[in-house]
């Protein structure tokens, strides 16, 4: 038996009895509860890296304007299906000071959450146009968002932009496009699981083909301003958050509340469609919807058969914090630079220890420290390193399941990893290197 942090036999048991066929397909929530599983038999507990969720307190002003909008009797009413106006009013202006591109507040909408956004606009683009029924992920990328293509029956094509960074980009992106079936191209920004950023030159292409092929972009912007090269903290003042919407009409954005503003369990983001798309007519949207024109199909078609939009008290919770953002009255991103700061001494323990970081550089510049970052071992494949770190007391997924070809790494979330835990971290580490040298 090997001597490892974590008792060998207890996680060898614990990994038969999940009847996971194969760790490194293993779904988030999937690892998630065998690592409870074995926490709770031994008593001891993980580096936790496997799940994306923010790890910080909600902000204080969401919380206070809810509280008042539940006092004033908002629980008892239906909101509107694409939000109140107080929301969609602060969205706008949000985009506006922050990215440096104008949005009429109708085109802003509330989802119960970034995944509603996803899904709504995966069903909706991919009926636009009989020929255009293929979506494109520039990969890595979410896992669910493939999940959600599966069960929406709608085709999708991928590639690992890892070796197609700068200007490998357009021939390799124009090679899907020139096909003709591809109705809108998928991103996040930065980017889970890999947090490399695309350039303004990488955006400009992806801008400049969606135009031509007449693709739409669905930038996820998840990890919205927490590129922290940049101070992108600041209302109205350059540099802005970066974004394809400089450089195309055609594009959906994703913006989430859940760790900018840790506001997870409210489950509200902000779906933002471009003026040009939102009145665009497009006659195939028949086939399901009883407009042609595509924001009141999206509307009132697919937002109202999904939720008939969201949590009523939650929207003035988000409007409350974008306003006090807009404002200049809340910096989001001096709270949020936690995680950089955590990121950069954990990618430090892990290199002194034999690791290597698999996506390492945005073109010629080093990557930013933030939310995640990814590992790797030399001689192990990523389903092995995966396997072997549960041993250590430590946990993240593999790579394999975002797209990347990169198959020997594994993505690292930081933000449920506490500072208390780092000593924790090092110890397993060193005795990881130490046993594989």
Known sequence: MKETPINYEVVKRKIEESN????????IRELKRLVDNIERETGQKYIRMEMGVPGLPAAQIGIDAEIEALKKGVAALYPDIDGIPELKKEISRFVKLFIDIDVNPANCIPTVGSMQGGFAAFMTVNRMYKEKDT?????????????????????YESFDVYNYRGDKLRDKLESYLKKGNISCIIYSNPNNPSWICFTDKELRTIGELATTYNAVVIED??????????????PGVPPYQPSVAKYTGNYILLISSSKSFSYAGQRLGMFVISDKLFNTRAPDLKRFYTSDLFGYAMIFG???SLSAGTAHSAQYGVAAIL???NDGAYNFVEVV??????????KKMFTENGFKIVYDKDENEPLADGFYFTISYPGMSGEQLLEELLYYGISAIALSTTGSERTEGLRACVSLVRRDQFPDLEYRLKKFHENHK
């Open 20 to 27: 996971i066929p194969l760790l490194g397909k293993a779904s």
């Open 135 to 155: 979506s494109l992920f520039i990969d890595p990328g979410f896992p669910v968002q493939k999940l959600q293509h599966k069960i929406l029956n709608v085709k």
């Open 221 to 234: 912007l998840a990890y919205f301003a927490m590129d922290f090269r940049k101070d992108l903290s600041h």
């Open 302 to 304: 697919t937002i109202y």
């Open 323 to 325: 306003k006090a953002v």
């Open 337 to 346: 630079k936690e995680y950089g700061e955590k990121a950069k001494i954990m």
